[in-house]
């Protein structure tokens, strides 16, 4: 993991001026591309994509340290409380539920999304990736619903209030 070291060699390593740390993000990358271990990792945020990218590291055989700034995970995802929306999903598919891809993109892009090429993936990856999220963690998404916006019933949850 991080050492007191560690940081001590990063830190006599950056430019200083009048005592400040004084180098660009170009800069910290090529340091910490000489001094940091490529099979570790920071993960700075401990919702679900920091727990997500954390667990992605672990599982690669690296080490991880994840920094929250609160005093407990879950980060913005802990107030996502309706739930979390897939398509073409096993759940949805046990539910006898239609829904596609393509009918979430159409959905996603009526609702004023400006990035067709970010709602491409965002939609094309949901259904596995809450797969992922139920078989790797034991998560209860189980419940699905439609919620505005939506034509589809495609909003999972847990029947606990937190997944």
Known sequence: GMSAVWLKHFASNLPTS???????????RAIMATVFPSNQAIVVGGGLGGMSAANQVLESGGRVVLIDKSAFCGGNSTKATSGINGAETKAQKAKGIDDTITIFTNDTLKGGAKKPELVKVLCGNSGLD?????????????????????SMPRTHRGAERFP
């Open 18 to 28: 009048s005592g400040s740390l004084c180098v660009g993000p170009a800069g910290v």
């Open 130 to 150: 809450v797969d992922w999220l139920v078989e790797k963690f034991n998560l209860d998404l189980s419940l699905v619903a439609r919620l505005g916006g939506h």
